[in-house]
């Protein structure tokens, strides 16, 4: 990726940001969140959580 490329991306990034509206930004942000706070068993316990849980859902 060229300087100009990268530049052209940062650009439409912050422009499609700046054109969110506030309650699409804290629902984004929530949702940043939630994904965190679910990734944190698998982060602490490796992937044996995670595996269970999938499996618990599956049935």
Known sequence: MSG???VKFVTQ???R??????EEKTQRKH???N????KRSTRMFGI????LKLLWKKH
Do not use: G, Q
């Open 4 to 6: 100009n490329d990268y």
């Open 13 to 15: 990034e912050l422009v």
């Open 17 to 22: 940001y700046m054109d969110m509206t506030k």
């Open 31 to 33: 949702s940043r969140k």
């Open 35 to 38: 994904d965190k706070i679910s």
């Open 48 to 51: 044996i959580p995670m595996a």
